[in-house]
């Protein structure tokens, strides 16, 4: 089915290692966006891409980088985990920037640091 | 600034009860609003939307109405069913801010039979 494929859907790190997580969407949107999602906070912005090879940050780009070097993927890394990135990650894609247009989301990545 | 703001839940219905999430929002120029659920172990879903004032979302059984005048959009249904639980976030959208969706914290319905 066509949409956004977060992998991988559960990992766990130990503090201080480093992983990516890949989002990857068939639709040919053109704006990508990276979450978190932790109880009674909502969704909070990472960073997010507004085309092929931009980026930039969100509310809460710390600890965090991305990497768009192709229009369907959009790549989080966290170089150094610590049990503060304990959360769930989101990855959304949206045709363009216009109101009318919500977010395809994809499934989410639970990530545990410990 | 833009900012969302939901009743805090969670909230507790039987079967068959009268459902209403109240959102208001805050937002400068003509934003879109939005309803998203989320179900147990998934990512969100789209429910319904509405791009201008007076202008009403609805998606099964689900209906908002955009009232810029008390800058709200809540969320009601008539009758819920237990497959109805979820999180529910209210959300806005302006092009001018690179088309970010602002999320509201979410509100846990739970039905029960």
């Known amino acids: 089915n066509a949409g956004v494929t977060q992998t991988p859907k559960f990992r766990v790190l130990k503090t201080g290692q480093s992983m990516t997580l890949l989002c990857a969407q068939d639709?040919?949107?053109?704006?990508m966006y990276w979450y978190r999602q932790d109880p009674g906070m909502g969704l909070r912005l990472i960073h997010y891409s507004v085309g092929e090879g931009t980026t930039a940050k969100g509310e809460v780009p710390d600890g965090y980088n991305v990497s768009r070097l192709k229009k369907q993927n959009f790549l989080l890394g966290l170089e150094s985990a610590a049990p503060s990135q304990t959360s769930v990650y989101f990855c959304?894609?949206?045709?363009?920037?216009?109101?009318?247009?919500?977010?395809?989301f994809g499934s989410g990545t639970r990530l545990t640091v410990v | 600034g833009n900012s969302v703001t939901q009743m805090e839940g969670p909230v507790t219905l039987s079967e068959e009860a009268f459902l209403t999430i109240n959102c208001t929002y805050t937002?400068?120029?003509?934003?879109?609003l939005f309803w998203y659920v989320q179900y147990p172990g998934e990512g969100l879903q789209l429910l319904l939307k509405a791009t201008k004032a007076d202008d009403k979302g609805s998606n099964k059984g689900f209906e908002a109405t955009y009232r810029k005048e008390t800058t709200s959009f809540h969320l009601e249904k008539g009758s819920v069913q237990v497959s109805d639980s979820a999180v529910y976030f209210c959300?806005?959208?302006?092009?001018?801010?690179?088309?970010?969706?602002?999320f509201g914290r979410g509100t846990q319905l739970t039905v029960w039979p």
């Open positions: 639709m040919n949107h053109e704006y």
């Open positions: 959304a894609s949206s045709y363009s920037k216009d109101n009318n247009y919500g977010y395809t």
């Open positions: 937002a400068t120029g003509y934003p879109s």
């Open positions: 959300a806005l959208r302006r092009g001018s801010t690179l088309g970010r969706l602002y």
